[in-house]
């Protein structure tokens, strides 16, 4: 058995069809049909005669991605589906073969089904170079290294990740993909700093963070003190006093674990107490999808922030972030080149 990484578009556009409907799907909408495609070299060609605009390279690059999810992955391997819209991964058990339906939608027809076993897996629980082989910029990637699979599997099973030796392949196929080479650099520094972060502020400490962001936004703040805190660790509001509108009721979680739909209810329930016009939840490991859907129902009351979004808010309010804090959290901005492929 193999593991395998399948993304779901550039921005996590296909997410949501993939995890509603037990499948991971690809793109690649220009291209017909491949069942009755019998070698990777009849591929090369189709893909020659729809793509003749592209680099041969690209085109090699994009038939051996193809021939892989065609071909290559088998019943009862592992897929990780990296999510792009909340800080967790969802993980996989391929359950069919590859499959084409022209009733799915243009981007979402090249399909293998799966059965999620995990959708809610947060980032912080896999080690800092599982993560980086998840950075690879590639719609599909066969994952072997630090016998990547076999700790999955720990995962998966509850048990406590421990780095592995580094394992290759048994040379039957392709070579692993140079992950270096195509990494994904805006997710693997976001996931450093995500690590940083949830080692340097633990417990109440993230709360000071939280609190410091939300300063930073303009917002007056008193954060309760260590300890029993009635549901609610900060509240803030607008204004020279804070008595403007919207005032905020903010609960902050550190763990790792999966935050469910009760703590948000609960949440919801407080604001009345507090005089506050709507809520913040920050979950450090993330949501469940009940979770989620309670968030969306009560999209104008409440809003929840894993360690992704707090990531996203450290950086773009940095500068405004006081000096002691920005010493304990010291990050510089830096320019890249961006290429094409």
């Given at each position: 058995?193999?593991?395998?990484?399948?993304?779901?578009?550039?921005?996590?556009?296909?997410?949501?069809?993939?995890?509603?409907?037990?499948?991971?799907?690809?793109?690649?909408?220009?291209?017909?049909?491949?069942?009755?495609?019998?070698?990777?070299?009849?591929?090369?060609?189709?893909?020659?005669?729809?793509?003749?605009?592209?680099?041969?390279?690209?085109?090699?690059?994009?038939?051996?991605?193809?021939?892989?999810?065609?071909?290559?992955?088998?019943?009862?391997?592992?897929?990780?589906?990296?999510?792009?819209?909340?800080?967790?991964?969802?993980?996989?058990?391929?359950?069919?073969?590859?499959?084409?339906?022209?009733?799915?939608?243009?981007?979402?027809?090249?399909?293998?089904?799966?059965?999620?076993?995990?959708?809610?897996?947060?980032?912080?629980?896999?080690?800092?170079?599982?993560?980086?082989?998840?950075?690879?910029?590639?719609?599909?990637?066969?994952?072997?290294?630090?016998?990547?699979?076999?700790?999955?599997?720990?995962?998966?099973?509850?048990?406590?990740?421990?780095?592995?030796?580094?394992?290759?392949?048994?040379?039957?196929?392709?070579?692993?993909?140079?992950?270096?080479?195509?990494?994904?650099?805006?997710?693997?520094?976001?996931?450093?700093?995500?690590?940083?972060?949830?080692?340097?502020?633990?417990?109440?400490?993230?709360?000071?963070?939280v609190t410091a962001l939300l300063k930073a936004q303009g917002y007056q703040t008193q954060m309760a003190p260590p300890g029993a805190d009635g549901g609610?660790?900060?509240?803030?509001?607008?204004?020279?006093?804070?008595?403007?509108?919207?005032?905020?009721?903010?609960?902050?979680?550190?763990?790792?674990?999966?935050?469910?739909?009760?703590?948000?209810?609960?949440?919801?329930?407080?604001?009345?107490?507090?005089?506050?016009?709507?809520?913040?939840?920050?979950?450090?490991?993330?949501?469940?999808?009940?979770?989620?859907?309670?968030?969306?129902?009560?999209?104008?009351?409440?809003?929840?922030?894993?360690?992704?979004?707090?990531?996203?808010?450290?950086?773009?309010?940095?500068?405004?972030?006081?000096?002691?804090?920005?010493?304990?959290?010291?990050?510089?901005?830096?320019?890249?080149?961006?290429?094409?492929?």
């Amino acid at each position: 058995m193999t593991l395998w990484m399948v993304r779901a578009g550039a921005r996590g556009e296909r997410e949501d069809f993939a995890l509603q409907n037990n499948v991971v799907v690809i793109g690649w909408e220009e291209l017909p049909d491949l069942s009755d495609v019998t070698s990777r070299d009849e591929l090369d060609a189709l893909c020659r005669e729809i793509y003749p605009e592209l680099k041969p390279n690209t085109v090699t690059n994009w038939v051996g991605q193809l021939w892989a999810f065609r071909e290559r992955i088998s019943v009862g391997d592992l897929v990780v589906l990296p999510l792009k819209t909340q800080s967790a991964i969802a993980i996989g058990e391929v359950v069919g073969p590859y499959a084409y339906n022209p009733e799915f939608p243009p981007d979402a027809t090249h399909h293998r089904r799966v059965k999620w076993l995990r959708t809610d897996l947060p980032r912080s629980a896999l080690d800092q170079d599982l993560l980086y082989s998840l950075g690879a910029f590639l719609t599909v990637c066969q994952i072997q290294r630090n016998n990547a699979e076999q700790r999955i599997r720990a995962v998966l099973r509850g048990e406590r990740l421990v780095p592995l030796n580094k394992t290759t392949g048994d040379g039957n196929e392709d070579p692993p993909v140079d992950e270096e080479a195509l990494l994904d650099i805006p997710q693997y520094a976001k996931d450093q700093i995500r690590t940083y972060i949830g080692q340097k502020f633990k417990g109440h400490e993230l709360s000071r963070l939280v609190t410091a962001l939300l300063k930073a936004q303009g917002y007056q703040t008193q954060m309760a003190p260590p300890g029993a805190d009635g549901g609610v660790d900060i509240i803030a509001g607008q204004g020279p006093l804070g008595f403007d509108p919207p005032r905020l009721c903010v609960q902050v979680k550190s763990s790792d674990a999966v935050t469910d739909v009760k703590p948000i209810r609960e949440l919801r329930g407080v604001l009345q107490h507090f005089g506050a016009d709507q809520g913040l939840f920050v979950g450090w490991g993330g949501f469940t999808q009940p979770a989620q859907r309670e968030a969306r129902q009560f999209f104008f009351q409440v809003r929840l922030w894993d360690a992704g979004d707090l990531v996203d808010m450290v950086l773009r309010h940095y500068d405004a972030l006081p000096d002691d804090l920005r010493a304990e959290l010291p990050l510089q901005r830096i320019w890249t080149l961006v290429l094409d492929e």
